[in-house]
């Protein structure tokens, strides 16, 4: 086979990869804003020296490792500041996973990582099913973030905040960030709290850190289900056990690739 004719093969599993209905469950709002609405929600704010252009934005968000991936997000996420902005990502996020056949997500979102620019926990679940509310098509709930970097007293504070504001389709809780930083164990009355109040529970594991993280989601945490787990594989008697159990993970590759980790 010549390389036309692989090209031309790639294109029609493309297609129909377009056109095949899809579930995505492993998704960040706040990660996910398409390039041209990002580039909105900047001019909005006045431009950024760094980036006067969108190609330069868009060589922005490529990361020379993992530190530079979480500096990168915090940037970003400064150019989220009112309530009406994260309708308006939730929309376009909608719009963008409609556009790829999605028809159902669970979409992570960090509620304390804008505690600081007074947005609160419902406040923020509140604005985000708002604009969800404006595409029809794609069934979306919500699994709150409750970040592991400010540390498990702060994430109690959130998750009491996160059951107030379940009926905005709050399904579950998670903690990501700086894995390789705070791992799973001081979190694991965080998780049998949420237990308690009937939200189902994943957390990132596996991704900047290795198979011990995976471990400790596992018999610390309890969870329902782990985010990435792609380092599991480092050790087989963890594989067998994450097949016994039937835990589910959500395998993230082209993130691995993009976040170098
Ligand atoms: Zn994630």
Redo the contacts with the bound molecule.
């Keep these: 086979m010549n390389s036309s004719h692989g090209r031309t093969g790639g294109s029609e599993l493309r297609r129909w990869l377009d056109k095949l209905p899809k579930a995505e469950l ?3 709002l706040e ?1 996910a804003i398409p390039l041209d609405a990002l580039w909105a929600l900047i001019q909005k704010y006045g431009g950024d020296p760094s980036v006067p252009t969108e190609t330069h934005l868009r060589q922005r968000l490529t990361y020379s490792d993992f530190p530079d991936f979480i500096e990168t997000w915090i940037w970003k996420n400064s150019f989220l500041r009112t309530y009406d902005d994260f309708s308006f990502i939730a929309e376009k996020v909608a719009q963008d996973l409609l556009r790829q056949n999605i028809l159902y997500a669970e979409l ?1 979102f960090s509620p304390s990582r804008f505690a600081d620019r007074g947005l609160t926990t419902i406040g923020l679940a509140k604005a985000i099913r708002s604009g969800l509310g404006r595409v029809s098509g794609c069934e979306i709930w919500l699994i709150a ?1 409750l970040v592991r970097d400010h540390g498990p007293i702060q994430a109690a504070i959130t998750l009491t905040e996160v059951a107030t504001a379940r009926h905005y389709g709050i399904v579950g809780i ?1 903690i ?1 960030g700086s894995e390789h930083k705070f791992p799973p164990e001081p979190f694991a009355e965080l998780y049998a709290e949420a237990r308690r109040l009937g939200f189902k529970t994943s957390a ?1 594991a596996g ?1 900047a850190s290795g198979a011990d993280s995976v471990r400790g989601a596992i018999d610390s945490l309890l969870v329902d289900r782990i ?2 787990a792609t380092r599991a594989e480092e050790d087989p008697e963890l594989m067998q056990l994450l097949a016994d159990r039937q835990i589910p993970v ?1 395998l ?1 590759p082209l ?1 691995n690739v993009a976040t170098g980790v």
């Design positions: 492993h998704l960040h990660g992570f973030d998670g990501g990132h991704e985010g990435h959500e993230c993130s």
